[in-house]
């Protein structure tokens, strides 16, 4: 026979996961045997037959081929653990939610995201707490503030480490082991460190420790593990926990295993579905944030210039051409009417969203030159195709506004105002930033940023000042009838930004 620990090396199994396949009949209850150690102390050991090994890799086999654990456990012979009398309050909350809706798959996929059959969470890329629904409440954060615009008290782990499970070790490692490998798929060990830096010295050392241990999630949309969740009795409630990822963040759900429904797995298959609805359901929080505002110089004399589907597909070209480099530098795309753009940038763990927000304008600039000389060749025009570009960085409301089936996200307040308004003034494809922005960089990383101002020498000849800043309004045309529209900004510094060398 072969014992519980050598049955988890051989197989890479963690102690929940075993316990979840006993519970489901898929192996049998362990003889337990009472060894006593070098010390004197009573060891207690299950002892399983040699063909659990090949039963376990079996289980393992039907997983990666999208079988659920009720699916897997009636094909293996075993049984779906059906609820007693005395189970916990958490499998009764989610018997009693699954009860007033009738069958999971009568659900219609409108409804179905706040009344999922157990506890689901999301997170941002920064592992903050931005949507969970009500079961989540009163199994994970039972004193969560109500989702406050904090984000900083919004920190996952943070939240797990304070509540009450938490209270038993090998419990909490556990519950932590599947977060832990979802974060490590997207943060590097010092970015999640760097997260959450305010938790103590012993709770970062369990982060440490299962980052070290857990096994790095492979490039796949969504993962499964095994999960149990403890009862106010103490009697287990064995859940299939699916991990769901998006470029917006990680979804956690948890579906029972007494549901034999397979409807948790089809509606997370519904991505676009599933992104959405949980978009609408976020509430607005205040964070941090580089606003990225730009604009077509003379679209509406390119407009009149181009027959209307040659416009649109100078449009569509921007956009797509544009699509690659936004995400590549974690830009959200914001509400913004007619053909311009607006981005933000947000906090990431492992890099400065200010300085994503320049090299992605950069980079933008960059496209703009090729795709105006594809279109002067095509058309013969001997003008270019500019995008005019503000920067500009602060601590805003971020929120979303809902049309039906669609979403659209906006920031409120002044750093969208001014970097609308830097845009506007902006011309010839140029990219000016405010000196609030530019000044929140390293200073060893602003060496490296060619920016300043042009200014007129006595016998009227142009010269870039670098590493200069300028009035808004010491800048602006007092014969141009159309610059009233900046007075408002005349005392914003701002400056140009030309290029940037990060090699080392």
Known sequence: MINSKQLIELTG???????????LGILPNPLIRTLRGEEGRATRLGYFEEDAVACIKKVQKLKKQGLSMAKISEQ????????????????????????KRGPLTGLSLEASIENLPGPAYMVNNNFELIWRNDCAVDTFFPSDGGLCGDLESRNLLKLLFNGGLAEDGDRLRNLL???IAAAKKRLSQAALMKVYAALDGNQLSILKDLYDNVEAIANEPTVHFPAILPGADGEPMFCDLYICFYREGILFSYNPVLLDDDFLLEFLSKRNHVI????????PYLTNVSVMVAGIQNSSEICSELAAEEYFELINNIWQQSEAIFRKYYGTHGKHSGDGMVYYFFPQADC??????????LELKQMMKAISQHWQSRKGWFSDIYLNIGLNAGQE?????????????????????HASGISDFARNGSIWISKNMLNQISTQIRARISFGISRRTH??????VTDTYASLGTLLDDSNCHNGKFRDMEMLAVTEIRDIDLSV
């Open 13 to 23: 199994i963690s102690r929940a996961t075993l316990n979840n396949y006993v519970a």
């Open 76 to 99: 293996l012979g075993g049984h779906v653990p059906s609820s007693s009398p005395g189970k916990s309050s958490i499998a009764a909350n989610i018997s009693s939610s699954v009860a």
């Open 177 to 179: 082991e599947p977060h």
């Open 276 to 283: 959405n609805r949980l978009l609408k359901k976020s509430k």
């Open 352 to 361: 400065d969203y200010k300085l994503n927000a320049i090299q992605c304008s």
């Open 397 to 417: 409301w971020f929120g979303s506004y809902h049309a039906g089936g669609h979403v659209e996200f906006t920031v409120l307040g002044e750093t969208i105002n």
């Open 459 to 464: 016998k009227d000849e142009t010269v870039f």
